[in-house]
């Protein structure tokens, strides 16, 4: 950006000015923000960063000054933000309005200078977020909470603010412990009623999970850690399970010809939760608290992995669900299917 266009910005101080005036080079780039750019740099080789540098270098500069109610000085949290949003492959036009997007609501600088300073779609996002921060959350009742997401969606003209809104959310969420309980308990009742079915219909789904997890932690303290307590116990007999079945379906996959990535995961607390009071289960008659995901190539292969794993385990009849024809709402698509894995455990 050339210096007679910093000049133009607007009556924030003269120092900052001269920020947005300055070239961003990587070189002296601070010390925080290099695992951001090495973020951006997997996800868009050879993007120019420089915007990125001077934003950061704008937001540490408005926020001067400013704490967080955990005594951390308040640049932490647009930068959390940007990093959530660069490491799931953001473009660097959301980075930079995520580590601007505080600065209208909480610094003297308008959102006319933002855009005079970094352009039209900077300046759209931070909008957006801005108008949607104004929006009062007062229930979590089913009917409200769906009417504040449809005006969320319909503020939004673009989606990327919903996006870097989720991430906004979900670095709140990370350090919620510094608040008092009540509002702790407000902010997670927000996350699930709000956020959480946000992030599942936009096909987010390590994002949902997450968000799941912590809200129902603050939510809940104490069933959250009744399942994690149970779950802990049985946490060796399941990673000797896991390791087991991943090795054998790697082995079985690479005969078929197969190129697999295949993984084990355990079952979100907030899922086994759910399952437990929902379906009025006992914890041990949960099927799924482990699972195996198996990623290929083509999706003909994905049958015909569904085809080793039948022929591996002996399949539960009624728990095969195929989404690859028949899709979730979301465009999620892959086929699910439970088993009775080694020592006659589901799985």
Do not use: W
Not at 279 to 305: K, S, T, W
Not at 314 to 320: A, D, E, N, Y
């Amino acid at each position: 950006m050339s210096q007679s266009r910093a000049a133009a910005i607007g009556p924030l101080r003269a120092a900052l000015s001269r920020l947005m005036g300055t070239p961003g080079g990587d070189g002296d780039a601070p010390e925080e923000l290099r695992p951001l750019l090495e973020s951006l740099r997997r996800r868009h080789p050879g993007a120019d960063l420089a915007d990125v540098i001077r934003a950061y270098r704008v937001a540490h500069a408005m926020h001067a000054g400013q704490l967080r109610k955990s005594g951390e000085p308040f640049i932490t949290h647009p930068l959390g933000v940007a990093v959530i949003l660069a490491d799931i492959g953001l473009d660097v036009t959301s980075v930079i309005a995520a580590l601007l997007h505080d600065a209208v609501e909480d610094t003297d600088a308008s959102l006319e200078e933002l855009r005079e300073g970094f352009g039209e779609e900077v300046a759209e996002i931070i909008d957006g977020l801005t108008k949607i921060a104004k929006i009062g959350f007062t229930s979590v009742e089913h009917a409200k909470a769906e009417n504040y997401r449809k005006m969320m969606v319909a503020m939004a003209r673009d989606v990327r603010v919903i996006i870097v809104k989720l991430a906004d959310r979900l670095h709140n969420m990370r350090t919620l412990g510094a608040l008092p309980p009540e509002k702790q308990e407000l902010k997670a009742s927000e996350t699930l009623e709000i956020y959480v079915p946000l992030a599942n219909r936009l096909g987010m789904a390590q994002m949902k999970t997450e968000l799941e997890d912590l809200a129902f932690r603050y939510r809940y303290p104490k069933r959250y850690q009744e399942v994690v307590d149970l779950t802990e116990r049985r946490q060796p007999e399941r990673d000797r399970t896991l390791q087991t079945v991943c090795v054998d379906l790697r082995e079985h996959l690479e005969t078929a010809k197969i190129r697999a990535d295949v993984t084990g995961r355990a079952k979100d607390y907030y899922s086994i939760y759910q399952k437990m009071v929902e379906r009025g289960r006992e914890f041990d008659e949960i099927l799924d608290l482990v699972g195996i995901r198996i990623l290929v190539e083509q999706m003909p292969e994905c049958y015909v992995a569904l085809g080793v794993v039948h022929a591996l385990y002996v399949p539960i009849p009624g728990r095969l669900k195929d989404y690859i024809a028949q899709p979730k709402f979301n465009m999620y698509q892959s086929l699910h299917t439970t088993v009775m894995g080694p020592g006659g455990k589901s799985l």
